[in-house]
């Protein structure tokens, strides 16, 4: 199937579960032709921006995308300024904020939130994340960062670093990854491992993976090295913070042991995973993602909203 | 004696009466029975024999259950399969099965389970949970909304 006969016109964008390879590539095709797109194709259309929790490079990322296309955006990035803190339902919000805007985008503590918003009116909905579940546009960035970095999505050999229990952004892509064939390496202490149930839906895709406690065990054999940050709210111990915390800082001098061969990653913010030492290693593309995420939502706002670059 | 019980039909019949209009589930999971009672409710006029811990050939150990005049609903079918997978479903009238059963498991569930995950947007009543069948047995589902898959044993029927 071609890319121009794939329509996603009035889809919503909320798991990266709903979309098949095909439509995937086609997200990320559009992208590259909207690297330095600046023409008002969004003009009068709106984007309504609910946070529910704040969450501000998403929130700035998305406004940038719909604002240089020439759309406009409204909305809260705090759900206290909204009728929700005076108890009013999700499905209700959605049915009343249908009426002001276009296209809804949400951001939402509650797993499923997305979901449900989409149920409940006929825009298409946009997930900018819902608890630890889900972060699409996240995902697409990453995808669209490995594409370009390395020239393809398969064949790769990707390590997963650091906090592998909670990450939602490690979930999503390690997932989506499984439409392509690539071996995965699943670096984390032994209280952040993956959950079982990621491995057993490896298992069942046929896809290549170990897991292992020492990156620099496995680290010369690497493509692409995916870190993220342990989060301390994650922890009721602050000891076992402690044990972990800088178990996988990575700095020029450790990368250095292993050749400049290696794309670095991260979704940031950073704390100390990433030592500033590494901003300006070749292999370094975690700005670079930041900038693509724009990029891809320009994309995603275009090719949902059905219109097209002209 | 009753036509129902095809297995060691001698020594149910002998523990359990015969049926002359009704239901009965055979080869629930042993341990289960009461749980099924409770899906069922018991607000019906007809009598209940419930037996637990029967020796089965096909399935080692299980329980058993006899309704008096009444029929099960699809929805109860569904409830009961989530609990006991394997459960034979038979219908009595006139003291003979006019039809017998295994479950199957829909491929959505709507409103049987509560998501055990707090996190989760159903966690608000208001939300009605559904859920996708990823295996019937050993059971496993995602919920549609968090998309958590879990088993059987992680899972609360609503």
Redesign the interface.
């Known amino acids: 199937m071609t890319t121009e006969t794939l329509s996603l016109v009035g889809r919503d964008l909320i ?1 990266m ?1 709903d979309f098949t390879r095909d439509e995937l590539l086609a997200f990320l095709d559009e992208a590259r032709a909207f690297e330095d797109f600046r023409e008002p194709i969004l003009l009068g259309l709106v984007l309504g921006s609910l946070f529910f929790e704040p969450s501000t490079r998403t929130n700035l990322s998305f406004s940038g995308a719909m604002q240089r296309l020439g759309g406009s955006v409204l909305g809260f990035a705090d759900s206290k300024v909204s009728s929700t803190a005076k108890g009013e ?3 209700d919000t959605i049915r009343a904020v249908e009426n002001y805007c276009d296209i809804i985008l949400l951001r ?6 997305a ?2 918003a989409a149920e409940s009116t006929g825009l298409p909905v946009i997930n900018a994340g ?5 972060h699409p546009t996240q995902t697409l960035l990453d995808l669209y960062t490995i594409q370009q970095r390395r020239g393809r999505l398969d064949n790769l050999k990707i390590a997963f670093i650091g906090d592998l229990k909670y990450s939602r952004t490690v979930h999503s892509l390690i997932d989506t990854l499984a439409h392509f064939d690539n071996e995965l390496f699943l670096i984390s202490p032994p209280t952040l491992r993956i959950p079982a ?1 990621f491995l ?2 490896l298992d069942a895709r046929g896809t290549v993976y170990s897991e292992d406690e020492d990156f620099f065990a496995v680290a010369k054999d690497v493509d692409i090295l995916y870190t993220t940050r342990i989060q301390q709210e994650r922890f009721p111990d602050p000891v076992e913070y402690e044990k972990v915390k800088n178990a996988y800082r990575i700095d020029r001098e450790g990368l250095q042991k292993i050749g400049d061969e290696i794309t670095l990653m991260h979704p940031l913010p950073r704390v100390n995973e990433i030592a500033t030492d590494l901003d300006d290693y070749p292999g370094s593309a975690y700005f670079e993602q930041v900038r693509n995420g724009v990029t891809i939502r320009k994309a995603v706002l275009s090719m949902l909203l059905g219109k097209p670059r002209v | 004696m009753s036509e129902v019980t095809n297995e060691r039909s001698t020594q149910l019949g002998y523990k359990v009466s015969a049926l002359r209009e009704g239901t009965v589930i055979d080869h629930l999971v042993a341990g289960t029975a009461l749980k099924v009672i409770d899906i069922l409710g018991l607000d019906f006029k007809g009598s209940v024999t419930v037996g637990l811990n029967y020796e089965s050939d096909k399935v080692g150990s299980k329980d058993i259950i006899k309704i008096e005049r009444r029929e099960v609903t699809q929805e109860e079918v569904a409830r009961i399969a989530l609990v006991s997978p394997r459960a034979t479903f038979s219908i009595i009238r006139d003291f003979q099965v006019v039809d017998k059963f295994q479950p199957v498991l829909p491929e959505v569930i709507d409103n049987l389970i509560r998501c055990p ?1 707090p ?6 009543d ?2 009605a949970t559904s859920f996708i069948v990823l295996r019937s047995d050993p059971l496993r589902v995602r ?7 879990m088993k059987k044993e992680e899972i609360e029927l609503l």
């Open positions: 798991s579960r339902s999700l499905a939402h503590p509650l797993e499923g939130a979901r449900l819902d608890g630890t579940n889900q149930e057993e839906e | 995950n996190s989760c947007v159903t966690s608000d208001r939300v919920c549609h909304y968090c998309e958590r898959a």
